[in-house]
C-alpha cells in the first residue's frame, strides 16, 4: 500500500505571508485617509 501522508513538497505555499498582507493592507488604508484629508483641506476645484 502506498503511502497517504502529504509531502512538504507537494504543499502549495501562499503569494504572500501574513505579514506582507498586513503591510499591503496598511499602506493602503493609509494612503485613503491621506487622500480622504487632501480632499477636506484642498477643496479649490469644487
Request: proline share 2%.
Amino acid at each position: 500500500m502506498s503511502d497517504k501522508s502529504p509531502r512538504q513538497s507537494m504543499t502549495k505555499k501562499s503569494g504572500k505571508s501574513l505579514k506582507e498582507k498586513r503591510a499591503a493592507k496598511h499602506a493602503k488604508s493609509d494612503a485613503k485617509a491621506v487622500s480622504a484629508a487632501n480632499a477636506l483641506f484642498h477643496d479649490k476645484k469644487r
